[in-house]
C-alpha cells in the first residue's frame, strides 16, 4: 500500500473516538491515530539497516502482527488512564489503527504477506481477497505504477476520508429574545 489508505483509516478512526469535542481535540485524536495506523511501516528503516525483507523484523514481519497493535494500544490505553482520559476508547481504537495496518497490508497483490500472528508464528499472510495494489517501494513511488496505486487506494478509502474530513454541522444555539 502507498499508506493513503492507512492514513485514511486513522483519520476516520480519529473523529469517531473525538465525537462531538472541541475541533482542536478532534483533530488530536484524528493525528493521534493516523500515526499509529502508520506506525507498522517504521520498519521500512530495516531496508537502510541491512535487514532481510522475509527476516522476522524486516518489512512487514513482527511490526505488522496483530500483538504488537495490541501491546501498543495496551501502553496508548494506560497512558490515557494516567492522564484521565477515556483510556478504554483510546486502547480499542489504538489497536484498531495499528491492528488494521497489517490487516490492509495482507490484502495487497504483492510482497510477502504479514506477519499478523508473530509471535506465534514467523508466517506472512495474504487474504483471498485482495483488491489493493501493491506499492513499489521508495522512489518507484514517483512511477506510473506509483501514480496507479495512489489513485487506486484514494479510491478505495474514499468512503474513510468522506466520513474523516467532512464537515460537521455546528450545533444549533437558541435565539435570544
Known amino acids: 500500500m502507498a499508506s493513503f489508505g492507512h492514513v485514511a483509516v486513522g483519520l476516520a478512526l480519529g473523529r469517531l473516538g473525538a465525537g462531538g469535542a472541541p475541533p ?15 506506525l507498522p511501516d517504521a520498519d521500512a528503516l530495516s531496508f537502510k539497516l541491512g535487514i532481510a525483507y522475509a527476516a522476522e523484523w524486516g518489512h512487514r514481519g513482527a511490526s505488522h502482527s496483530l500483538a504488537l497493535a495490541a501491546g501498543v494500544a495496551l501502553a496508548v ?46 508466517a506472512r499472510y495474504f487474504f483471498p481477497w485482495r483488491p489493493i495494489p501493491v506499492a513499489p517501494i521508495g522512489l518507484g513511488m514517483l512511477s506510473a505504477r506509483g501514480l496507479y496505486v495512489v489513485q487506486a487506494e484514494l479510491l478505495l478509502f474514499l468512503p474513510f476520508w468522506l466520513y474523516a474530513l467532512w464537515p ?10
Not at 482542536?24 to 502508520?38: D, E, T
Not at 460537521?168 to 429574545?177: K, Q, T
Open 24 to 38: 482542536g481535540r478532534v483533530a488530536a485524536w484524528m493525528l493521534g491515530l493516523s500515526v499509529l495506523s502508520l
Open 77 to 122: 490505553a494506560a497512558v490515557t488512564r494516567l492522564s484521565r482520559g477515556p483510556a478504554l476508547k483510546a486502547g480499542l481504537l489504538s489497536l484498531a489503527a495499528m491492528g488494521s495496518h497489517g490487516l490492509l497490508d495482507a490484502m495487497t497483490t504483492g510482497g510477502l504477506g504479514a506477519a499478523l500472528l508473530w509471535p506465534f508464528t514467523q
Open 168 to 177: 460537521r454541522r455546528r450545533a444549533s444555539r437558541p435565539l435570544e429574545d
